[in-house]
Structure formats: structure tokens, C-alpha cells
């Protein structure tokens, strides 16, 4: 298995909500490994409003992940 994520730290919040983006997309990816499948259910999410909402969502519950991973960045 490729050992990809080695740490929720981040510089800034910034760095912090590309980890979040980077931890949805590999969710997906774990959870549909094909990608010929999930290039051919991309229409069907791609312009429905509840499937972007719920995407939005599983960011910004990752995002919450690592800003409290990283303390919410304070000084």
C-alpha cells in the first residue's frame, strides 16, 4: 500500500484545505478504485446539485479534520 500521508500538519490553512481536498479525493479512490467507473459516473454527480453539496461537505468535514489537527493554525 503507498503510505501517502504522513502527517495532518500543515504550514497554513491554506496548505490545510488542499490535505482536506487531497484526503477527499483519496476517499473516493479507495472506495471506487476504477477509474474507468468513476470517469463514467462523473455526469451523472457532476451536475446535480445534492451530489456537489455532499461532496462540499465530506471537504469540509476533512478540513475541520486537520485544522484541528494543526490547532487551528494559532500562534
Known amino acids: 500500500m503507498d503510505s501517502w500521508l504522513t502527517t495532518l500538519k500543515t ?17 473516493v479512490g479507495y472506495t471506487q478504485p476504477d477509474a474507468d467507473v468513476r470517469t463514467r459516473l462523473r455526469p451523472e454527480y457532476a451536475e ?5 453539496t455532499m461532496a462540499s461537505q ?8 486537520v485544522a484541528a489537527a494543526n490547532d487551528y493554525w494559532r500562534s
Do not use: H
Request: aromatic share 6%; net charge negative; no cysteine.
Open 48 to 52: 446535480n446539485a445534492d451530489s456537489l
Open 11 to 27: 504550514d497554513t490553512p491554506q496548505d490545510g484545505f488542499e490535505l482536506a481536498l487531497k484526503l477527499s479525493r483519496k476517499g
Open 58 to 65: 465530506v471537504v469540509a468535514i476533512n478540513f475541520q479534520t
